[in-house]
Nanobody, 121 residues
Framework: EVQLVESGGGLVQAGGSLTLSCVGF????????IGWFRQAPGKEREGVAC????????YYGGSVKGRFNISSDNARKILYLQMKNLKPEDTAVYYC??????????????WGKGTLVNVSS
C-alpha cells in the first residue's frame, strides 16, 4: 500500500513557475514507477511526467516538454515537479501517482488527492 500527499499548487500568472511536491508513505514508494498526471476541467486525465524504473526512463507529455522537470529524492520519499513558463492551459488538478511495477502507464494504482494549479493569463 502506498499513500501519496501532494502540495505546492496555487495561483500563478502565465510565464511564472511552481514546484509541486509529493510525499510518499509506504515501504514500496520509489521502488516502482512514480509520476504526475493532471486533469483540467472538462477534460480527461493526461500524463504529465513519469519516472519509470525500467529501461524506458523518464517520460514527459508533449505539451510540457522543455518546461517541466520531474525529479525524486528517494531517501526522503519525495517526488517533485518543477514547472516553468506556465501557460493558462496548464491549469488543472495535478495528481501524484505510483506503482510497485517498473513502468509508467495510465492505470497506475496509487493516486494522491491532487493539488490545484491555476494559471492566469
Amino acid at each position: 500500500e502506498v499513500q501519496l500527499v501532494e502540495s505546492g499548487g496555487g495561483l500563478v500568472q502565465a510565464g511564472g513557475s511552481l514546484t509541486l511536491s509529493c510525499v510518499g508513505f509506504g515501504s514500496t514508494f520509489g521502488r516502482g514507477a512514480i509520476g504526475w498526471f493532471r486533469q483540467a476541467p472538462g477534460k480527461e486525465r493526461e500524463g504529465v511526467a513519469c519516472i519509470s524504473k525500467s529501461e524506458a526512463g523518464t517520460y514527459y507529455g508533449g505539451s510540457v516538454k522543455g518546461r517541466f522537470n520531474i525529479s525524486s529524492d528517494n531517501a526522503r520519499k519525495i517526488l517533485y515537479l518543477q514547472m516553468k513558463n506556465l501557460k493558462p492551459e496548464d491549469t488543472a488538478v495535478y495528481y501524484c501517482v505510483a506503482d510497485t511495477g517498473l513502468r509508467c502507464y495510465p492505470g497506475m494504482p496509487f493516486w494522491g488527492k491532487g493539488t490545484l494549479v491555476n494559471v492566469s493569463s
